[in-house]
């Protein structure tokens, strides 16, 4: 039997871990906090996931040697700013060519780096790879559809990790565009703030269309700069999550945003969520990321100003429309130029 341990007991793992569970795998689930375990093993419910129970045969541990032992796959599914030191407190039971699969979507404040290249460092002696597209937590622990990609370094790996979760609900491609993959899952948790922000103005549909279109063109431009593909940036991790996100109230950075839109400050919105909001931590990686790599980034920059500088959200909308005329493309010309 293929035995999986998910390294993350939040909303996104746990729902993996159901999944995996249903089909036949040997699924343990491992948590830094003491009281979630408790809770976990006593009630197999999770709190942000209520009418889910979670199988008797799943393990829950705090435990992550025990988690890591003998294990076929390592789902790394711990918020972002945390991958570092956990993929860190992991080197020691980490067996060379381990397959570890990044879930968390984010990049690293202070080095700029994704999550994978995060972890590579830390576990250099593993197979890193990253599993990503349009899937809320709620929606994939209740069975409904959903698509994902699985990036990895070589197509073996990919192929492993495609055959691990696919099943009627959840079709998974692959792709080798790692980088492209995590910036596009990143980024659009920031571009997902400043589409919550326009509903908490109550600016309507047509102002998230216009975020969500010339999101995803920040979003390629900077992935391309970056090495990513362009193909990546119209796929599943790149407008199809960035959809997703912007449009659906489970998305906490959508729900983040309109509260801030509607007068709260950054840490009012964040604690009244109640979970980690990924992009309030890319946001400042994005902006730093536009600038290294000479990218225009005007939606990008006016969220860091509304979350970290205190400017009124309704002066950032104002800008990013009145910003100096533009073509839509610069590369479509007419015939006489």
């Not at 429309?321 to 533009?326: A, P």
Request: glycine fraction near 10%.
């Amino acid at each position: 039997m293929i035995r999986i341990s998910v390294i993350g007991s939040g909303t996104w793992g746990t729902a993996l871990g159901i999944l995996l569970q249903a089909k036949g795998y040997s699924v343990t689930l491992w948590s830094a906090v003491e009281d979630e375990v408790r809770t976990l093993s006593h009630s197999r419910i999770h709190p942000n996931l209520p009418g889910i129970e979670l199988s008797k045969e799943m393990i829950v541990t705090g435990n992550l040697e025990e988690a890591m032992a003998e294990k076929d796959l390592l789902v790394m599914a711990v918020p972002s700013v945390y991958v570092r030191q956990t993929a860190a407190r992991m080197r020691p039971w980490c067996r060379k060519g381990q397959i570890v699969v990044n879930v968390a979507k984010g990049i690293e404040e202070t080095t700029l780096k994704t999550l994978a290249q995060v972890i590579g460092e830390e576990l250099p002696m593993a197979d890193v790879a990253v599993l990503s597209g349009p899937s809320h937590a709620e929606e994939v622990s209740r069975g409904l559809p959903t698509t994902c990609v699985a990036g990895a370094g070589t197509r073996k790996t990919a192929e492993f990790i495609q055959d691990i979760f696919m099943n009627e609900v959840f079709r998974v491609y692959t792709s080798p565009d790692v980088l492209g993959i995590e910036l596009g899952s990143a980024l659009k948790n920031v571009i997902a703030l400043a589409a919550g922000i326009a509903d908490g103005l109550g600016y309507g549909d047509n102002a998230k269309a216009a975020l969500i279109t010339r999101g995803i063109a920040e979003i390629a431009r900077l992935g391309m700069a970056m090495g990513g593909n362009v193909k990546t940036f119209s796929g599943l991790t790149g407008i199809g999550d960035l959809i997703v996100t912007c449009a659906s109230m489970h998305s906490r950075n959508r729900r983040a945003g309109i509260l801030i839109g509607q007068g709260k400050s950054m840490k009012e919105a964040m604690d009244e969520v109640q979970m980690v909001v990924e992009g309030v931590y890319s946001a400042k990686a994005a902006l730093a990321l536009a600038q290294k790599y000479g990218q225009s980034m005007p939606i990008i920059q006016q969220v860091n100003a509304v979350l970290f500088e205190g400017k009124n959200p309704r002066e950032a909308v104002n800008e990013l429309m009145l910003r100096d005329k533009r073509k839509e493309a610069s590369d479509l010309l007419w015939e006489e130029e």
